[in-house]
Every structure is written in structure tokens, then in C-alpha cells.
């Protein structure tokens, strides 16, 4: 081959080198001209503040109930005991009692609901006209419906125990009939 040809042939290569350079480098650009908006969303997401909320109730395990219904016989009451408004029969006892409460629940709460009378006692829905139903506890505070009452749970029994006394009262404003005495009332317990 001719020197002539042969330089004429590294020309042609050397400026194909450089086209494909050029359009190496043009294709380059374009593609991070293509690539970095991507690549600054991708950025800013990572570097987003972001807000965890996170919600939650600490409360104490709850103790089994070993009295989960009590009832409570009243007995014959003569009217003739109940003739003055707020007289009364005699005390009946009852006990509520909680045990196996979780180390940690160290007080029960008792709250007492039911149907009452326009006095706050609770409502008689038997026969018998002019008597309510009257709760206490065993020092005499009156547990009429939507009150409570807490007991600390004994941390060497994991026992706690509401002693409480019924007894059906006169109303006033009513004259008591002969007839039946029937009173619902609710105890819900909760524990700190």
C-alpha cells in the first residue's frame, strides 16, 4: 500500500475516532441531562421529614372476678315496717369479690348503674308500689347509680373484696303495697 493511502486511511479512522467521541459525549449529556432531575427527585425524597405518630394506652391487666352475679334475698318485709317515707328493712350483706389480679393492677374500681327512682335509689321493677332499693357500702357511703367505689388490691393475695349491704326503703310521696321486690344493679370494674 501507498503512503499516500495509508495516511489517508488513519485520517478517515482518527476522524471516525472523533465523531464517535462526539457522539459518545453528546449521547453522555443528553442522558444525564435526562437522569438528573430524575436522580434530585429520587434525592429529595430520601431527604423528606417524615412524622411517626404513634398512639397507645398503658393500663393494668385486669383481675378475675369471682362473684360474677350475686343476689341478694331480701326476705318477707311487713308493710307495717315500711309505713314512713325512709323506713327501712333490715341490712342484707353481699360481697364482690375480685382475686388473681396481674402483679402491677393495685386498684379496682367499681362503678354501680341501674334503673332508679326519682330519689337516686334504685328503681323496685316488682309488684310492690312505694319501695326503692337502697346500696351502701360497709361504712354506710350510698352507692346510688353512676357512683364508685375503690378497693387496693392486697399485693400479698392479688384479693380485693367490696363488702356492700342491701335493704329496701319506703318512698316518700308513695304509700308501700304488698307485692314482689326486683332491682337490677350493674357493676362495672376497672384497674389502675
Known sequence: MSQSKSIAIRENQCRARNVFKLISMRFIRKLLEGLLPLMLLVGGAEAADVTITVNGTVVAAPCNVSTGNATVILGDIFKSSLTTPGSASTWVPVSLEINSCPIGTSLVTATFTGMVDTYGFYRNQGTAVGVSIELQDSIGTIL?????????????????????????RAMAGSSVTAGSILSMINVTYTYA
Open 144 to 168: 346510688n347509680s353512676g357512683m364508685q367505689k375503690q378497693i387496693v388490691v392486697d399485693s400479698s393475695t392479688q384479693r380485693a373484696k367490696f363488702d356492700l349491704k342491701v335493704r329496701a
